[in-house]
């Protein structure tokens, strides 16, 4: 942490003393932002092995009072695979309470035909919904209990989260609500306002833990004695176009795009990609939104990732 606030008349980080400034660690956890998306899309793989949800059904069988999504036949694979046809996001944080927060996202019809690439995050909300119906268990539990538990992540958990990196001195008009400076407290105002654990946003982690997570998906679904997934339902999760994991998109996998990379960025400063052909990962974990928030520029993720590219040879086919 450098800055205790952002001065919008000089346009400058207010630092603070020398003293007072916390330096980054290797175990310093991050506001992961939407790799949140990647967790909760492993949760439902999970689901979908069990034989609890259906990867075709329609959204509507399992949360009928979701009246839009039911009236247009949208499917777990559309929320997966960001085909619902959902606008990127809704202002819920506007909203006065949780029941109206719900309301809004249950009225909200598709702006485009479903089957159509459109990324949103109210993809990720409505799978959250979905998988707390199908399990009785809200979704933090799920991760845990699924995912974080049994790989050993212990630093990887949705907020409050004391010693993480800070991020924003949030207040608009740049951002989308004033909660000044944060520093474990999840950046995502949508996710704030859902009392931070939400589908697409939320969770936060160090780059060790996140190593885990990479190598358990990179090894079939294992990490030493645990098994989160099966191989052929991380197969399913990692082929094109991938299941909440993006597949072979240069602007930030750079070189490592087009020999089915797959991963995610996260608007914190995050980015998680893994090379199957290498049997290699990147994690990059930032704050590039501290003191304040800026224009996206993915250029140092694709640099890096090309860097990692050149540096490790593919293995013979």
Known sequence: MRYVAHDPHTGEGVELPAHARVPMTVDTPFDLASLTKLF?????VQQIERGTLGIDARVGAYLPEFHAAARHDLTVRHLLTHTSGLRPELPLYDCADDTERLALLRAEEPAGAPGTYRYSDLNMLLLQHVLERVTGRPLDVLVRDGITRPLGMTSTRFGPCPGAAATEDQRRPWAKADRGMLRGQVHDENAWALGGVAGHAGLFATAPDLAV???ALLTGGSYGPARILGPDFVELLLTPPGLGFAMDQP???GELAGRGAAGHTGFTGTSLVLDRA???FLVLLANTVHPRRRPPDS????AAATRMAR???TRPS
């Open 311 to 313: 540096a490790v040879r």
């Open 299 to 302: 250029r140092p993720r694709a």
């Open 278 to 280: 290498t049997d290699t």
């Open 40 to 44: 909760t899309s492993v949760a439902a």
């Open 213 to 215: 997570f990479c190598r």
């Open 251 to 253: 602007w930030f996998m």
